[in-house]
C-alpha cells in the first residue's frame, strides 16, 4: 500500500531544501556544507514513514561518500574507497541483486556472494554516469540535468504506483523525497554549490531506489527501467570510470556534432534522449505486463518520440534564438520594463534632476508609471509614446521594483509620483507651480496646502481636470503664466494624452503626471502608514479606501505572472543555448 499522504514526503523534502538555502544572506558562509545536501531524501523519508533499514542504510552511505570528499581532500584514492565502502554499507544492509530469472526458462540464477560486487557495480555505474553527465555538460546546464533526474524520478514512482501488490513503501517514500528535493534544488540552489559529489550521491540515491524495490520481488527488476539509461555515458568509452567528473570533457563525438547543428545545443539532445529511453522502457514494461491494443499503441509511439521531440525542440530553439528581454538594462542609469523606459536613480537623485529641469528650457515632461500603467501601455499606442517621450520615468510602484530584482536591474527604490512633488518643492529655492486635475475644488484646495506646507512654493494658477483634450484655452492661460512646474492630475491614461498633445507648445519648464496626488495633496484622501508604503502595500491601501480602484488591481497578478514568464524564458534559453 502506499501512503495516504504521498505529498508530505515531498513536501518536506522540498521546504528543507529551501530551509538550507532559505534565500540566507548566510548561506554563503556555508555553502562548505552544500554536499551534504543529498542527505535530505532519506531524512525526510525517515522523519515522514520512520527510519527503516534502507532508509538508515542510504544515509549512511552518503555520509560516507560526502564526508569523505571533505577529508580526502581532493583524493582519488580516498574518493574511490569511501565509494566502495558506501555501496557495501548499502549491500550488506540487505538489499541487493541476488538472482535473476531466465526469460526462456523460467529458473533461477542465485549470484550468491557475487550478488554484493554486482550491487556495489550497480551503485558505481549509476552514481559515476550522473557525475559525468554533470560534468559533459560543462556543469552550466545543472538546471536542465536536474529537470531529467525529476523526470526520471516521477517514472520510477510510476511504476511504483503501478504495483500496489509489491508493497514498494520505502522505495515510494524515498522516490518522493528525491523529487521534492530536486525540485528545491532546481528553485533555490546556486551553480556554485553545485559540485560533482553532489551529483554523484543523487545517482546514488537513483539507483538505490531500484535495488529497494528489488529485494521485495522478481517481478520489481521493472524498477531498473527508468534508471537504467543513467548507465549511457559509461557506455562511451568507459569515461565514467577513467576520468574525473572535473576534466574538460570527451572529443565531440558525430552524435555530439549533430545535435548542436541541429538543436544548437547537444545538452538538449541529452535530455531528449534520457525522456525517450525512459519512455520506452515504461511503455514496453506496461505491454509486457497487461498486453493489449493500448499498450501496443503506447510502446508503438515510442518509435517516433525522439524524432518528435528533436523536430519540436529544433522549433523552440529558433525560437529561443531570437528571443530578446522585455526586462532589460540599456544604460548606466536606465533600463526597460515591458517596453517602458525608467530611470533607475533614486528619490534625491531624481529630485535634483527635476530641479534642475524646472530651471531650464526646453519643456521636460516627467513621467511616474505605476504597474497597470505598465501594462497598459504595452498594448496602447498612446501610452507607450507619451512615456518614451519623456525625458524622466520614475517607477511609482513596488511592483516594478519587485520586477527589477527578480530580473537583476539595478532600480532599487520607489520614486513615487507624491514623493517626488513633495521633495521638489520642499527645497528653499523660489518655484512656481501650475495644477491642473481632479474635480473642481480639489486643485484649488492642494495648492493652498502647499502654500502652507512650502515657503518657496508659488500657485500660479489651478483648474479642474474635467475638459476636452484639445480645449486649447488652459494651455493660453498656462503659457502666459509660464510656470516652472506644471502638474497634471487627471489619470492615466488621459494625462498623457494631454500632455502629449500640448508639451510641444507649452510654455512650462518641467511638466509631471502625477495621477490622483492631488486628492493627497488636498487632504481629501490620506496616504498609507509608513510602514505600508515600506512594505509595498500602498496600493492594498489605495484600494480600501477606493474600492473602484479593484477593477485596475486586477492587472497585478497578470504583471507578475509576465515577469516569472519572461524569467522563465530567459532562464530556459541560457540553459540550452
Known amino acids: 500500500m502506499i501512503n495516504a499522504m504521498p505529498g508530505a514526503v515531498s513536501f518536506v523534502s522540498f521546504i528543507l531544501v529551501a530551509g538550507a538555502f532559505g534565500g540566507s544572506r548566510k548561506w554563503d558562509k556555508l555553502s562548505k556544507f552544500a554536499d551534504f545536501l543529498p542527505l535530505i531524501v532519506p ?38 574507497v569511501s565509494f566502495l565502502a558506501a555501496g557495501l554499507v548499502f549491500a550488506l544492509i540487505g538489499f541487493r541483486i541476488q538472482f535473476i530469472q531466465m526469460a526462456t526458462t523460467g529458473e533461477f540464477v542465485y549470484f550468491t556472494w557475487l550478488s554484493i560486487p554486482l550491487t556495489v557495480t550497480w551503485l558505481l555505474l549509476i552514481s559515476r554516469s550522473v557525475e559525468f553527465v554533470h560534468a559533459e555538460l560543462d556543469r552550466e546546464k545543472w538546471r536542465l540535468f536536474l529537470v531529467t533526474l525529476i523526470f526520471i524520478g516521477l517514472s ?180 526597460k520594463i515591458f517596453g517602458t523606459s525608467f530611470n533607475f536613480s533614486k528619490l534625491k537623485n531624481t529630485s535634483r534632476k527635476v530641479k534642475r529641469l524646472a530651471n531650464s528650457k526646453p519643456t521636460s515632461y516627467v513621467a511616474t508609471p505605476d504597474v497597470t500603467a505598465v501594462v497598459r501601455a504595452k498594448n496602447d499606442e498612446l501610452l507607450s509614446r507619451a512615456f518614451a517621450r519623456a525625458d524622466v520615468v520614475t517607477p511609482d510602484g513596488f511592483g516594478l ?123 481629501n484622501l490620506p496616504r498609507a502608514p509608513q510602514w505600508m508604503r515600506h512594505r509595498g502595500l500602498e496600493w492594498l491601501y489605495r484600494i480600501w479606501l477606493e474600492p473602484k480602484r479593484l477593477g485596475k488591481a486586477r492587472l497585478i497578478p497578470y504583471f507578475m505572472a509576465k515577469v516569472y514568464w519572461e524569467k522563465a524564458k530567459l532562464a530556459l534559453k541560457d540553459e540550452i543555448l
Open 156 to 335: 520510477f514512482l510510476l511504476i511504483v504506483i503501478l504495483q500496489p501488490e509489491q508493497k514498494l513503501t520505502t522505495a515510494f517514500q524515498l522516490g518522493l523525497a528525491f523529487v521534492g528535493t530536486s525540485v528545491g534544488l532546481l528553485f533555490f540552489g546556486r551553480r556554485k554549490e553545485f559540485s560533482s559529489v553532489l551529483f554523484r550521491q543523487l545517482g546514488f540515491i537513483l539507483a538505490s531506489l531500484a535495488l529497494v524495490g528489488l529485494v521485495k520481488s522478481l517481478t520489481a527488476l521493472v524498477l531498473l527501467v527508468p534508471i537504467a539509461p543513467l548507465a549511457i555515458p559509461a557506455a562511451r568509452g568507459s569515461f565514467a570510470f577513467t576520468s574525473t567528473a572535473s576534466s574538460a570533457g570527451v572529443n565531440s563525438s558525430l552524435l555530439d556534432r549533430t545535435m548542436e547543428e541541429y538543436l544548437g545545443s547537444s545538452s538538449l539532445g541529452i535530455v531528449l534522449i534520457y525522456i525517450s529511453l525512459s519512455y520506452a522502457g515504461l511503455a514496453s514494461w506496461w505491454y509486457i505486463r497487461y498486453p493489449g491494443i493500448v499498450q501496443a499503441a503506447t510502446l508503438s509511439l515510442g518509435a517516433v518520440l525522439l524524432p518528435s521531440l528533436f523536430f519540436v525542440a529544433n522549433r523552440a530553439v529558433a525560437r529561443l534564438r531570437t528571443l530578446k528581454p522585455s526586462l532589460l538594462q540599456t544604460g548606466p542609469e536606465t533600463g
Open 43 to 80: 531524512a525526510s523519508a525517515g522523519l515522514i514513514s520512520g527510519f527503516s533499514p534502507p532508509i538508515i542504510g542510504l544515509l549512511a552511505s552518503l555520509l560516507i561518500i560526502a564526508g569523505a570528499k571533505k577529508l580526502g581532500k581532493g583524493s582519488k584514492l580516498v574518493e574511490y
Open 401 to 523: 521594483i519587485w520586477a527589477s530584482r527578480v530580473h537583476d536591474l539595478p532600480l532599487k527604490q520607489r520614486v513615487a509620483g507624491i514623493d517626488l512633488v513633495e521633495d521638489v518643492l520642499g527645497s528653499e529655492e523660489k518655484v512656481k507651480v501650475y495644477l491642473l486635475g481632479s474635480r473642481p475644488g480639489v486643485a484649488e484646495k492642494a495648492g493652498k496646502n502647499l502654500t502652507e506646507r512650502y515657503e518657496g512654493v508659488e500657485i500660479t494658477g489651478t483648474h479642474h481636470g474635467y475638459i476636452p483634450v484639445d480645449r486649447r484655452e488652459i494651455v493660453s492661460e498656462i503659457n502666459e503664466i509660464g510656470p516652472d512646474l506644471l502638474l497634471v492630475g487627471m489619470g492615466v491614461p488621459k494625462q498623457e494624452d494631454w500632455i502629449t498633445e500640448h508639451i510641444d507648445s507649452l510654455n512650462a519648464n518641467v511638466v509631471m503626471g502625477v495621477g490622483g496626488s492631488f486628492d493627497v495633496l488636498s487632504g
